[in-house]
């Protein structure tokens, strides 16, 4: 298990490299008139971390916190974590190769190549491009950097749940997007010692794979479909993530990819908010109904990260 201390001394050594992103208060009757009756809930926008998301946290724990051979880093990536991790290389001054399947969307692969990585793209989902990462560090030395299933990554997202417990009031719940586990498995490590601050966790029904490893008790294969399959559908959830994700997460809701683009669409409309699919699965959740908050229930909502091209919010 990972403990808050941890996580503290971990955000010490990566904080000269990363933002304290900030926090907002949104009346969801802005983004939805049909949700008068729901509590104002606080947004954490990590859309505005180094790199476009989250990530940014865990690459540079590894780059960091390990140590990087001659020959660099590797990383696999639905896109984000390409990213986060080529950015840290080239603040660092590492090589970098980064493996990407080709769904990730254009504009991330085309930001890692601005970063200076080297970029492979290969295979239709995540699991072949984490294949061909790990081949190419058997062969050639580099340090791999698991997207989620690593001691360093988790505690490196951890750190954003230290920085949310200090910028809002007591928390009920903080409702944080799904995918290989790494975010969850961090904040929920942080809160998971505070009884009063439950963590639930959103999926897209298309990926659903924290749901699919909680209904067979242990990590498991799903699918890996629907508008967010770039960033929130691996084969299945981290080793490493999912006992932490059994002892301190609450739930797991599932929302469609429909009111995923319409929360979306709804955070940039309404709020100017700019959030990947992936990102709004969290709001999503709130104004279907898939998560239920009580009568002044506080809630916070991970918004995770914006790599994706200007003309997607419009459309």
């Known amino acids: 298990m990972i403990t808050r201390d941890d996580i503290r001394s971990t955000y010490d050594t990566i904080r000269p490299y990363v933002r304290r992103t900030p926090v907002v208060q949104l009346d969801l009757a802005d983004l939805d008139p049909a949700a008068g009756e729901l509590p104002g809930v606080t947004l954490k926008l990590e859309q505005l971390q180094c790199a476009g998301s989250f990530k940014a946290r ?7 916190l390990r140590n990087v051979p001659p020959a660099g880093v590797a990383a696999a990536s639905g896109g984000n974590h390409g990213v986060a991790v080529a950015y840290a290389a080239y603040r660092l001054g590492m090589p970098a190769r980064i493996f990407v399947p080709t769904v990730s969307a254009p504009a991330k692969m085309e930001r890692i190549r601005q970063l200076g990585a080297e970029l492979v793209v290969t295979g239709d989902r995540y699991a072949d491009a984490l294949a061909a990462a790990q081949a190419w560090v058997q062969s050639s030395g580099a340090m ?16 954003l749940g230290l920085e949310l417990a200090g910028q809002a009031d007591q928390l009920d719940t903080v ?30 029904d298309g990926a659903p794979t924290l749901t699919r490893a909680r209904a067979e008790g242990r990590p498991a294969d799903a699918p890996a479909e629907g508008v967010a399959a770039d960033a929130l559908a691996p084969r299945r959830v981290g080793e490493l993530v999912f006992p932490i994700t059994q002892a ?13 683009l319409a929360a979306q669409r709804a955070l940039w409309q309404a ?29 916070a909502v991970v918004i995770s990260g914006a790599n994706m091209a200007p003309g997607q919010l419009e459309r």
């Open 144 to 159: 791999s950097v698991h997207a989620f299933d690593q001691r360093e990554t988790l505690l490196g997202q951890g750190t």
């Open 175 to 204: 409702l944080v997007p799904v995918g290989g586990g790494g975010l969850i498995g961090g904040i929920a490590a942080w809160f998971g010692s505070d009884p009063r601050t439950r963590v639930i966790g959103v999926e897209p």
């Open 248 to 260: 301190y997460v609450e739930d797991v809701v599932l929302v469609g990819d429909v009111a995923i």
């Open 58 to 64: 865990g690459a540079f724990a590894n780059l960091l």
């Open 271 to 299: 709020a100017r908010i700019a959030a990947e699919p992936a990102a709004s699965v969290g709001i999503a959740a709130l104004l279907t109904g898939a998560y239920k908050p009580a009568p002044g229930e506080r809630v």
